[in-house]
């Protein structure tokens, strides 16, 4: 199982980034799917994740207003627009996918499988 998290980068405040992680080697129209981030020196935390149909989205709430996520299961692929950026959400993002749908996705400890994250730098 790969996945490969992408689109990361340096922008100002207020500015836009639309992070890809493209999924192989597992079924992905079957895994809830979900991204976190770790600024450094802090714990990995919950940003957003969608179930495995698309039909339920969940954010933490500093996120609900500026971020989404989407999937596209034909392209085996989960994104995460983010708009207004801070640069409090300066990060290395990951995606997680989960195989059980009947755990919550909030958990990082639920993911079965991690991609290796792609940096995001907001600038002040």
């Known amino acids: 199982v790969q996945l490969q998290a992408f689109g990361g980068g340096l922008v100002q405040t207020g500015g836009s980034l639309r992070l890809s992680c493209v999924a192989s080697?597992?079924?992905?129209?079957?895994?809830?799917m979900g991204w976190f981030r770790q600024a450094p020196g802090k714990e990995r935390m919950f940003v957003a994740a969608?179930?495995?149909?698309?039909?339920?989205?969940y954010y933490a709430n500093s996120m609900k207003s500026r971020f989404t996520i989407s999937r596209d299961n034909a392209k085996n692929t989960v994104y995460l627009q983010m708009n207004s950026l801070k640069p409090e959400d300066t990060a290395v993002y990951y995606c997680?996918?989960?195989?059980?749908?009947?755990?919550?996705?909030?958990?990082?400890?639920?993911?079965?499988?991690w991609g290796q994250g792609t940096l995001v730098t907001v600038s002040s």
């Open positions: 080697g597992l079924t992905f129209s079957r895994n809830d």
């Open positions: 969608i179930s495995w149909g698309g039909a339920g989205t």
């Open positions: 997680a996918g989960k195989r059980s749908p009947s755990t919550t996705v909030f958990a990082s400890g639920n993911y079965d499988y």
